[in-house]
């Protein structure tokens, strides 16, 4: 779960979070960013119980949740914050 690198003679403990990169034009940081965390939790977090509990869940299905579009990215709005929890 989390692993060491050397950077400029001195190690550095950090989190094996997944990377996943995106097209220069996509815009859609917020939502790979999202998809690293789950895909961390879901797949290399080292609590069982907690892996199992999180969902698969696809970049398309975050695109759809936060609203993203490609080449706009994500907009913040007290709308889009406010959906999920009233």
């Known amino acids: 779960m989390i692993t060491s690198i050397e950077v400029d ?3 550095i403990s950090i989190l094996q979070v997944p990377y996943y990169s995106q097209e220069d034009a996509d815009y859609l ?4 960013s999202i998809l690293m965390v789950m895909d961390f939790f879901k797949n290399v977090h ?3 119980e ?3 509990i999180i969902p698969n869940t ?3 299905e975050i695109m ?3 609203k993203a579009q490609y080449g706009l990215g994500t907009t913040f709005s007290t709308n889009l914050i406010k959906e999920d929890f009233e």
């Open 50 to 52: 907690l892996r199992q």
């Open 64 to 66: 759809a949740i936060t």
């Open 58 to 60: 696809t970049k398309d």
């Open 46 to 48: 080292s609590n069982e």
């Open 29 to 32: 940081c917020f939502v790979y």
């Open 9 to 11: 003679h001195t190690i």
